[in-house]
């Protein structure tokens, strides 16, 4: 889907963030190249948003950075001054929220949440900066006028394209897509997915796509990574996760729903819930509800419960964290 | 004078159902819980430090609190008159401390008087609906809207008899209002939960319903509206002695406030016959508002400052932190 | 605008309360209302005021018909502003008096009730935004103390130790003894010097209240999405409390606003009373206790009437602040 990848814009190594003593996410690794869509799927309550917050830098507390490095075009984020980050946000990185019911000002106008944004990184007149604000709202396919509306004036897909002009606004090289479809109806889900696409083709920037729809990231992704309980357990690229899946939480996920063509298929989920993340299971953290962690297997099933799987590259571009993989 | 008052809140969620063991002695849930905030902790132990010293008031009351000893008056606080003496010279100390009694019994048995009132008309407005629920609606509206203390005020000058259980009736039926429309809102959202239309399905009558199953379920929340109309009760009861409409024979709080103010005390710089009542007050109604603040607290979270459980839960809860 | 008109509709409604209360509470006395009400009065009083038993009369529309045609006499008296002469005040009228002591209220009332209401969800945002800070941890608890106390024992401490002790104020009455009223500067500066006292009375007394409301939203406010994308956008620290969490959270409490006031009303009088201001509660409470039966409850109705004009003006406030309701 994309040329070769040469630049990598992201890069996130190590990161642990805890919410109070809990670590939400707990030793990430992840790349991000300019232009590329990648998408990071998983159950909710895994860690996402946080990781998603996280490169925003807008975790709240008791939410905060651990451990770990955040490099944006080889800079640390974590250190950074206040004003700093200030600068770099949304400029740099921006996000489209998974609400957009409730992630516009209700008492300000459309137009007004542009112009702020604008007149924040850069000195534009309020004017100009209005003009500008019609112009992205045309991009998204609506009307220019409707700058002069409320929020609650718009219906839900409108509200959302207004949340994707502005992420837009300040032409950043890394979008996060934080579960941007979840509220919406199907048909809407469709257009709104391709209205970024096409946005992408004419802008060029890299996509950071969360949701636990993984049907949805194998049509839109480049790359997949999986997260489970606070850590990625397999990445890959989109074509390749479809067709050989190594890690049994994969494996179950994308037996979760039905193939649109081909032979049917008996739908099978995945038993059990996630763990509590104050006290995650030891060793394998998926090894409760893993169909091969089986005490028959001794010595297997030692390692799984007892040795945290570290992600290994299998294949070339192809990462997993799981014992059976290794052994 | 509603100076404070606390948002709606639901405390059903967070009490533990069956209480708490601390050694040999089980302490119910609520108070377990209450115990645990901070706020309503500090509250509790004030209001309980009233309470005990109205309690035990004939022990250490130095002299009877309407003695007059024209030998001594208007003397400044000493070891002898702790609290230094009015200028008739009875001794404040013992006013306070008796004086503790009254204002506290009357400030509850208004209080829960008016919570009783408001209990009944909200619920009941709100299970039945309908034309009723119209009615209780525009009459609690309309104590609302007419201002408490004036209407306390010109009601007071009519009275022939001014005793304790007179002005407890007038102030429970100008103050029910305040509470009567955040219970009927609770009890709104638990009309139409299966226990109960379980129990209207099977032919209980309304009272029964209303006093057997809804009100059982809200007792948190009327436990909470009689925190706030018992300490509006105190402000209110003491102003109107403090004008000098109330029970002015009886030795209360605001009984003491008046004569300090009517014989210009406080314009001669004796502060003590007005400071010490004052305090008295003013701690009592703090306690009942750090109670309060606690009972907001222990029901959301988001409130607490120790946010680390809040989070928590929410994290759990898989919600999406945006 | 439908809304507007149940509003409206209401308030008309809650004024005929306040004027068939102050209709039938005499006559709820046992015996006959007259005497009851004469029976208040000492033999000096009634010699001094010889039209007193007309003026009850009047008062409850007659004293000899039935109970109906009083009470239409009384309505139609009063919707021509007639209330009656004031006992205490023989012969003025009740009308009189109460223009001559309104004002001095309203203005206290105003300016004190307004700044207590700014002040407090101004130091609510900022004790909210700012969770563990200087405002929260100290500031949130000196005003829920001060708050504690009732209005008329914060008077007392302001008049003692602010007025008397530190002489920094005058502590009695609305102006100099030896200036006249007037439009000239020398009175209203005089006007002004004399209601520092009870103004700041009012803001100690009632700015509590609207701290912890404030704050209770703001909190829950700043868990917003809107909040966080501000945030994410960033935009300012400052500007993302004030115009988007801020803004939003000031609704609630905007509705309280007028809620409270009947509140603040109550507090009125005994501040008045306290500092000798003579405004329309102090009036208030030497009418009842000088049994001036037509001037106390001509007051109940103008400060009914008030509170109900303080209602008025926060539904449109309201209605301007917030856009969500100007949708048809």
Known sequence: MSAVATKTLLEVKGLEVEYGRVRAVDGINLSIAAGEILGLAGESGCGKSTVANAIMQILRPPARIVGGSILFEGEDLVGKSTEQLRKYRWRNVSMVFQSAMNALNPVMRVGDQFVDMMQAHEHVSKRRAIVRAGELLELVGMDKGRVRAYPHELSGGMRQRVIIAMALALSPELIILDEPTTALDVVVQREILQQVEALKRDFDFAVVFITHDLSLLLEFADRIAIMYAGEIVESAPAAQLAESPLHPYTQGLLRSFPPLTGPRVRLTGIPGAPPDLREPPSGCRFHPRCPYCLPENAALYLRQTSERPRLRMIEPEHNVACHLVDA | MAQLDPTALDLQLAVPKRGIRVGRIRVPGWLALLLRNRKSRAGLFIVAFMVFIAIISPLISVAHPNDFNLLATRQAPSWHHLFGTTDQGSDVFSQVVVGARRSLLLGALAGALATLVAAVLGITAAYVGGIVDEIVNLLTNVFLTIPAIPLLVVVSGYLRTRGMWTMIAVIALVLWAFEARILRAQALTLKNRDFILAAKASGEPTWRIVFGELMPNMISRIAAAFVLVFYISLLVDSGLEFLGLGDMSATSWGVTIYWAQVNSTVLQGEWWPFMFPSLALGLTVLGLVLVLAGIDEVSNPQLRADRKRGRLAALLLGRAAA | ?328
């Open chain 3, 1 to 328: 605008m439908r809304w507007f008109a149940r509003r409206l509709a209401f308030y008309v409604f809650a004024i005929w309360v306040a004027l068939t209360i102050n209709f039938l509470l005499p006559r709820l006395m046992p015996g006959d209302p007259i005497s009851g009400l004469l029976q208040h009065l000492s033999p000096a009083q009634l010699a001094a005021n010889p039209g007193i038993v007309q003026t009850y009369e009047a008062l409850l529309g007659g004293g000899h018909h039935s109970i109906w045609a009083d009470y239409v006499t009384y309505l139609h008296r009063i919707s021509h502003f007639n209330f009656g002469i004031s006992t205490s005040n023989y012969p003025t009228p009740v009308s009189e008096v109460v223009g001559r002591t309104l004002p001095y209220s309203i203005f206290l009332v105003g300016v004190a009730f307004i700044l207590a209401f700014l002040i407090g969800t101004g130091i609510g945002m900022v004790a909210a935004w700012r969770r563990g800070g200087f405002t929260d941890s100290v500031v949130v608890p000196a005003f829920m103390t001060v708050s504690a106390f009732p209005a008329f024992v914060l008077a007392l401490l302001g008049l003692y130790f602010l007025g008397l002790k530190a002489g920094w104020f005058p502590i009695q009455h609305a102006y100099d003894s030896s200036v006249i009223p007037g439009w000239n500067w020398t009175f209203v500066s005089s006007a002004f010097r004399h209601a520092q006292l009870p103004i700041i009375a009012i803001i100690a007394a009632y700015t509590g209240g609207w701290v912890l409301n404030m704050r209770t939203v703001m909190i829950n406010t700043i868990g917003e999405d809107y909040v966080g994308m501000a945030h994410a956008k960033g935009l300012k620290d400052r500007r993302v409390m004030t115009r988007y969490a801020g803004r939003n959270a000031i609704l609630p409490p905007l509705n309280g606003f007028a809620a409270q006031f009947a509140g603040a009303v109550g507090g009125l009088v005994f501040i008045e009373i306290v500092f000798s201001y003579p405004g329309i509660g102090y009036t208030l409470q030497s009418a009842v206790l000088g049994n001036d039966y037509p001037l106390a409850q001509a007051i109940l109705v103008v400060l009914s009437v008030c509170v109900i004009i303080a209602n008025l003006i926060m539904d449109v406030l309201n209605f301007v602040l917030d856009p969500r309701l100007r949708t048809s």
